[in-house]
């Protein structure tokens, strides 16, 4: 969760109603995460935080690194990797009012390090490249029945230099969850990580990311409560 506190903070009170404002208008459909000011929720959030890959990232010293946080929605991670000593931070979205909150939110924090911009990083490279990547709570059944996947993955090689911290569901059912035929699902390249009528998101990753060494990053006593997974690149 974000949590702001303006006492310690030498930031305008204008500045911070505008926040809240922006945020409470967003409503939890809209802010991933909960976000609190002066101790009082103004966001619910609906990602759930056991989805979360918080303990996934103690893997990753971000000392002196640059991220880039796709898909950041109020730059949840980019404030966390920040805190956790990233040089800079840099998250992109496609909804420009939830990157207006980011930008207000960074501002009110002093953390002229932590930028955002409204990037849809599937149609267009992004400026630079970074040493870190976070793709938190991206990958869904609509980026894989709507054939995303290869710009997801063609996003990540392109921008990350060294690490990157992947969330997935590990399978989906081809007709419950992402509610396509065998022969739709060939068409999207897909068939190969298809057995007994699931697609397996991991084998299709690691087939589509041969630069990339893979690390089941979420605790393997947590693997069976958690929904979302957490996976640990790093450049071979
Ligand atoms: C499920 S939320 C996850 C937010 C954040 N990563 C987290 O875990 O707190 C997905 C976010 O990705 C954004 N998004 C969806 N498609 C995108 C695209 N093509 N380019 C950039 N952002 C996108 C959405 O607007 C939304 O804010």
């Given at each position: 969760m974000l949590e702001i506190n303006t006492?310690?903070?030498?930031?305008k009170k204008d500045d911070v109603s505008r926040l809240k404002r922006l945020l409470t208008e967003l409503g939890s459909e809209r802010v991933w995460r909960p976000v609190f000011i002066e101790g009082k929720q103004v966001c619910r959030g609906q990602g759930f935080d056991e989805d979360g890959p918080q303990h996934a990232l103690k893997h990753i010293d971000f000392n002196n690194k640059t991220v880039i946080d796709f898909g950041c929605n109020v730059g949840h991670y980019a404030f966390w990797a920040a805190g956790k000593g990233a040089q800079a931070c840099f998250g992109v979205d496609v909804d420009a009012d939830v990157i207006e909150a980011a930008r207000l939110m960074a501002y009110v924090l002093g953390m002229q390090h932590v930028d955002f911009d409204v990037i849809n990083f599937l149609e267009n490279p992004l400026p630079t490249q970074y040493d870190v990547g976070l793709l938190v709570d991206f990958i869904g059944k609509a980026t894989i029945a709507k054939g995303r996947l290869p710009a997801v993955v063609r996003a990540v090689d392109q921008a990350v230099t060294k690490e990157a911290i992947v969330t997935v569901r590990p399978r989906y059912h081809l007709q419950d969850d992402l509610a396509r035929s065998e022969e739709e699902i060939a068409d999207l390249q897909l068939a190969p990580f298809v057995h007994d009528g699931w697609f397996d998101l991991v084998a299709c990753l690691k087939a589509w990311m041969p630069g990339w060494h893979f690390d089941m990053a979420t605790q393997s006593d947590r693997l069976n409560r958690k929904f979302k997974y957490s996976l640990y690149l790093t450049r071979i």
């Open positions: 006492e310690k903070l030498d930031c």
